[in-house]
């Protein structure tokens, strides 16, 4: 084999594996993840905390219980997020990388913006104490049974929130 034949040879090689290589990237879509786990659990608290606010308006009598109950559940919504931001991680300027996510269901988006976002809207009607009750329950109910597929803080940060709301409920509301 001569030099020319292997300076061909090496070249043709070396724009293969760059044409292979420049293929390969274009052809890659972004990854789509699965929903995280916390983020129905960030709906539901924030969702209660707009409930236990809107409840004020039948029940002005409850208003320091139902107002604790509404900043509570927004924290836990609050620390929920940030669980949730901690694994997605953050890039040294602050900015978050694009984390797209499969909906949950049929009319969820799958914008990580859209849950979320610290802000609930509020019933339309304002639930009566023994609905939010209710409610409270179903959600620690939820919180109970995601703790125990979680582990580590993830798995006691839902098991307090669990208790929080089983003390609200049983509490708070009695």
């Known amino acids: 084999m001569g030099r020319r034949s292997m300076l061909r040879l090496a070249g043709g090689g070396t724009a293969g594996v760059l044409a292979l290589g420049a293929a390969a990237g274009c052809g890659t879509e972004d990854k789509v993840y699965e929903p995280d786990p916390l983020a129905a659990q960030e709906v539901l608290a ?102 125990r597929t979680q582990s580590g803080y993830r798995a006691g940060l839902l098991a307090s929130i669990s208790a929080a709301c089983a003390a609200q409920a049983g509490v708070l509301l009695a």
């Open 46 to 147: 924030r969702a209660d905390a707009a409930a236990a606010t809107a409840a004020i308006a039948l029940a002005p009598q409850r208003h320091a219980a139902l107002t604790a109950i509404a900043a509570e559940r927004t924290a836990h919504a609050d620390a929920l997020k940030t669980e949730i931001d901690r694994v997605i991680g953050v890039y040294g300027d602050g900015t978050k990388p694009v984390h797209r996510t499969r909906a949950n269901g049929p009319g969820q988006s799958a914008d990580p913006a859209a849950v979320g976002s610290g802000t609930a809207v509020p019933p339309t009607t304002p639930p009566t104490v023994d609905a939010l009750r209710a409610q409270l329950t179903k959600s620690r109910q939820s919180a109970a049974e995601l703790a």
